[in-house]
C-alpha cells in the first residue's frame, strides 16, 4: 500500500488520467442528453394548402405588385406618401376576400397602417397577432442585377427592396387568408393582422397607434408573431441541417449623434485640426475598439446548447458544454459580422456629413453611430464605454432615439404562442429543429409588450449565409418556392392557431 506513495510523479498522472476521463464522460453525458431532449415532434396537423397553378401565379404577381409600389422610408422624417396609400389602394384590389368578408374589420390606422380583426367563433380564446410591415428601406440600381422596384423574375427568384424584409410577409399573410377564406374557412380563435408603414424609421406612427387602438379596446394578445429570425441554412457554421430560429428577445438599440464645431475660415490657413480631422479621430477609435464581449451572459447561450445535437462532431459537445467553452466559441463567432452580433453590443459608423465648400474651412461635422445592445448591457453602461473611448471633450454626444434590449418572452412546453409556431414551422419546413434566440435588428414589435409577454420574431423564410447581406442591402430576392412556402406556413400557422392549447408532443420516428 506505501508504495505509489515513493512515486508522486506516477500519482500524479494517475490522478490527471482520471480527471480527463471523468471530464470526457461529463461532456459526453451532456450532449447526449440534451440532444434526446430538444428533438422535433410532429402531429396532424393543419390541412395544407394545394394551390392550383392559377393561385400560385396569382401569389407571384401579387408580391410583384407590391414590390413595384416604391413605399420607401428615406429618413426618420421623410417616406413616399403617395406610395404609401397606393400601396393600400392595391391590396385592396389584390385581396378582394380578405376585404368583403363579414368575419374581417379593416381600419386604416395612423394615416396609412392597416388593422385587421378577423372574429373568430369562440370568444373563450384569447386572440393572437401577425405583424409586419410594408414600408422599405432606400434602394438605387447600382449593383442590382435586377431594378430594385421592377419585382421582374430573374432565374426562379422575385428580386427587389422588400422581398425580404418585409412585404413578402404582408402578401404571404394576406394571400394565406384570401385562399383560407376561398376554400370555405372560418377560424376559432379570433386574430389581428396589423401593417406598420413606419417600421424602418420606428414606427411611432405605425405600429404605435396601432397598439394605442388595440389598447383602447381593452386587448391582451395570446402571442405575437413579426418579423426577425428565420430558418437558417448553412448560417451557423458547423450544423448540419437548416434550423430555425425564433427570436424571443431583441436587442437594444442607441442611435448616437456626434457633432464637432469649429471656426469657419480659409481653407488656404487651415488650424492644425479641423472639425472633420478631430470627429473622424472619435469616430475611429469607437470602430477601433468594439464593445465587450458578453457571450453567455445572456440568451443567446440556449440557442446553442438547444441546438447542440445538430452540430457536426466535435461541435455537438462543445455547444453542449458551453460552461467550459463558451470563451473559444464566442472567438470564433465574433469573426463574421452576423456571428459578432451574438456576441456583443455592436458599433456602426453609419453617417457622416462634413463640409460645405473645398476652400472653407467646415464650421461644423456630425456623424451618427448606431449601437444594437447584447442583452446584457444597458443603454447608460453602453454611452458611459462611449465616453470614456472618445474621451475629447470637442465631440458633443447627443442620443437621438434609445431602448434597452426587450425582454425574453416564454419559450417553455407549455406556451401556446412559441409551440405553435414550433409545430407549424416543422410542418412546413420538414421538421427543421427549432430553438429560441436573441434577434439582432429591430422590430415593431417591442411597441406591444403591454399587450403580451408572448412576442416571436421569425419571418418563414430560408435564409442562406449569402442572404444576409441582402438585407437592407444589394439584390434583395426571394425564391418562387420560398414565397409559396411563406403562404403555407400562414396558412397553417392560422388553422393551427385554432387549438385551444399546446397539443400533446409526439415524437416522430427515428427513420424521418
Ligand atoms: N428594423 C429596422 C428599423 C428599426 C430600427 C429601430 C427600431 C425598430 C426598427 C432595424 O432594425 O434597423
Ligand atoms: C431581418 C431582421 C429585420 C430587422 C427589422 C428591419 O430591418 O426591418
Ligand atoms: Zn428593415
Ligand atoms: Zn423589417
Redesign the pocket.
Known sequence: MTAHWRNPVGTLLGVFVVGVAVLVALLLIRTYTLAETKRVWLDKGALEAELTQEEREQLLEALKGAIRIPTVSFSETEQNNTALAEFGQYIRKAFPLVFSSSLIQHEVVGGYSHLFTVRGSDNNLQPYMLLAHFDVVPATPEGWEVPPFSGEEHNGFIYGRGTIDDKNCVIGILQALEFLLKRGYKPRRSFYIGFGHD??I??NYGAMKIVETLQSRGIRLSYLLDEGFAVLDGVIHGTRRPVALIGTTEKG?ITLNLSVEKPPGHSSMPPRQTSIGILSEAMSRLEKNPMPNMFGNGPESSTFEDLAGEFVFPLNIVMANLWLFSPIVSRIMEQTPSGNAFVRTTTALSIFNAGIKSNVIPPIARAIVNFRLHPAHTVEEVLNIVRNTIMDEQVVLSVVKAFDPLPVSPYDEENFGYQTLKRTIHHVYSAAPVAPGVCV????S?HFVNLTDSIYRFSPIVMKPEDLSRIHGLNERISKEGLEAIVQFYYQLIQNSDSEKVPGPHHIPEEL
Do not use: I, K, L, V
Not at 435588428?441 to 415593431?444: A, F, I, V
Open positions: 417600421e424602418e420606428s414606427g438599440q435588428g429591430n422590430t415593431d417591442r
